[in-house]
T-cell receptor, first 111, second 112 residues
């Protein structure tokens, strides 16, 4: 489990501010994912990446930006945070058609 | 796009009884169906998965069945124990693991 980490673990920010959530994995997995988890909605995919410099939208990408310049890192940026983006964010990684390993999550509150 | 429904949303069983959680999916092209368990305050973890070319898979007390024609799959837990209490998520994916769509989750409580 220590192979995938997220930072910060908790974040409080104000509406309109930019915030970046970090995700780092040490397994050299090709795939990385960002999900948000809200009560009643389960886990919803925001963005995913099949390899460095390759990213694609998931179910709920609006208001988020990702990049993947290195295989091990997959930061998620909220360009102008809104209250509706208050959520728990999980990063995950996987080697293609196998298990996705989830990070410990980041609890983000937008006030 | 894919839509995954999951029932029931909450489930309480007595210790030692069986629990069944059902999911339906909409996209007939989906071919990989994992189940994740999430304990309170923890990250989701894979407990079992099944591919579309298999009808059933078992791992000790847990099993998953898949009906491709009806587009539904189910998680079966036998001889439930208190440590099985958690939220369980099903998911469906095309291309064997890209772009998962998760169900909304089932909160399972195993009563001693």
């Amino acid at each position: 489990d220590a192979g995938i980490t997220q930072s910060p673990r908790y974040k409080i920010t104000e509406t309109g501010r930019q915030v970046t959530l970090m995700c780092h994995q040490t397994w050299s997995h090709s795939y990385m994912f960002w999900y948000r988890q809200d009560l009643g909605h389960g886990l919803r995919l925001i963005y995913y990446s099949a390899a460095a410099d390759i990213t694609d939208k998931g179910e709920v990408p609006d208001g988020y930006v990702v990049s993947r310049s290195k295989t091990e890192n997959f930061p998620l940026t909220l360009e102008s945070a809104t209250r509706s983006q208050t959520s728990v964010y999980f990063c995950a990684s996987g080697q293609g058609a196998k298990e996705q390993y989830f990070g410990p999550g980041t609890r983000l509150t937008v006030t | 796009g894919e839509n995954v429904e999951q029932h029931p949303s909450t489930l309480s069983v007595q210790e030692g009884d069986s629990a069944v959680i059902k999911c339906t999916y909409s996209d007939s092209a989906s071919n990989y169906f994992p189940w994740y368990k999430q304990e309170l305050g923890k990250r989701p973890q894979l407990i079992i998965d099944i591919r579309s070319n298999v009808g059933e898979k078992k791992d000790q007390r847990i099993a998953v069945t898949l009906n491709k024609t009806a587009k539904h799959f189910s998680l079966h837990i036998t001889e439930t124990q208190p440590e099985d209490s958690a939220v369980y998520f099903c998911a469906a994916s095309k291309n064997y693991g890209q772009n998962f769509v998760f169900g909304p989750g089932t909160r399972l409580s195993v009563l001693p």
